[in-house]
């Protein structure tokens, strides 16, 4: 497995793979890697022939009072997992490569990227959309790997590669969930133990739409409501958003006639958790 740093040695081991005419599979992370980032970079190695695994924690998608600082990092454990993976590459660039002061360039994915965390993180997915372009830039990745975890994002990325043409194809994995149902994120190691049991709400809320939804109810405002009702009384707990819409475009799809997405934030504690499931009537 190759540590690489730098986009120009990144540029000189993705031509290298590219001409012996293989397939490069891109898995984009922030590092803290746990079984939902190891889940793609297994789906990576089965359907390309060059698996590259990004870590970067990319400060322009974090807000001016989130946890860009206080993220997790530790290079070293993420690399031993990755080589266990047999992963080929490692691009783990600095901030001083990735920007310079003089950034003044961004990808706006318009509309869509002000719903759902957009709406909440003004800003994130600008940070988004405009790493994961230069992340593209510099590996020149076939196709490149994300989790329906992220579903806005996802929504995102698919709308801004169609729209610039990026000559990439989009591949989304399953979200990994621990046995109680609580998905795997890096931001799950803040969690106190007491927080750890609150934040179960986020997929008990999800469940009780699940249920009523297959006893027949196609009402979102219905269904949001009695979604809403795990998140009463729940001391420590902050409702951010819960919604269902359109997975594509993100907007509100008021009666489930086709595919939709079941999404919900929230705070526990100071942590923001995010979880979401797919409806399909
Ligand atoms: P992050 O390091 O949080 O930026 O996540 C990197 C990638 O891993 C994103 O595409 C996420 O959607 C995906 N991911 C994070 N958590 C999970 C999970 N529990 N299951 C599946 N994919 C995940």
């Not at 793979?17 to 992370?29: F, M, Y």
């Not at 989790?147 to 994002?153: L, M, N, T, Y």
């Not at 979604?227 to 907007?251: C, H, M, N, S, W």
Request: charged letters at 25%.
């Amino acid at each position: 497995m190759k540590l690489v740093q730098t986009i120009a040695e990144m540029r000189t081991q993705s031509q290298a793979g590219r001409s012996h005419g293989s397939r490069l599979g891109l898995v984009p992370t922030m590092g803290a890697l746990h079984e939902g980032h190891l889940s793609l970079v297994r789906a990576a190695r089965q359907r390309s022939d060059t698996a590259a695994v990004s870590i970067f924690v990319n400060p322009t998608q974090f807000g001016p009072s989130e946890d860009f600082a206080k993220y997790p990092r530790d290079l070293e454990r993420d690399c031993a997992l990755l080589e266990g993976e047999g992963v080929d590459i490692v691009f783990a660039p600095s901030v001083h490569e990735m920007y310079t002061s003089q950034n003044t360039t961004w990808v706006v994915v318009e509309g869509i990227s002000d719903r759902l965390c957009g709406q909440s993180r003004p800003g994130h997915f600008r940070g988004v959309t405009t790493v994961v372009a230069k992340l593209f830039n510099a590996v020149r990745p076939d196709v490149v790997f994300f989790g329906q975890k992220d579903a806005a994002q996802v929504a995102v990325i698919k709308r801004m590669v169609r729209d610039l043409n990026l000559p990439v194809e989009i591949e989304v994995c399953a979200i990994v969930r621990e046995p109680d149902g609580l998905a795997l994120s890096s931001r799950n190691s803040y969690l106190s133990a007491e927080e750890r049991k609150s934040a179960l709400v986020l997929y008990r809320s999800l469940m009780r739409v699940h249920e009523e939804f297959a006893r027949g109810e196609r009402d979102s405002a219905k269904l949001i409501a009695s979604a809403k009702q795990e998140f009463e009384q729940k001391p420590g707990v902050r409702l951010d958003y819960f919604e269902i819409v359109d997975p594509d475009t993100l907007e509100a799809m008021p009666t489930i006639t086709r595919l939709a997405l079941v999404a919900v934030a929230a705070f526990v504690g100071k942590t923001r958790l995010i979880d979401n499931i797919i409806l399909e009537p």
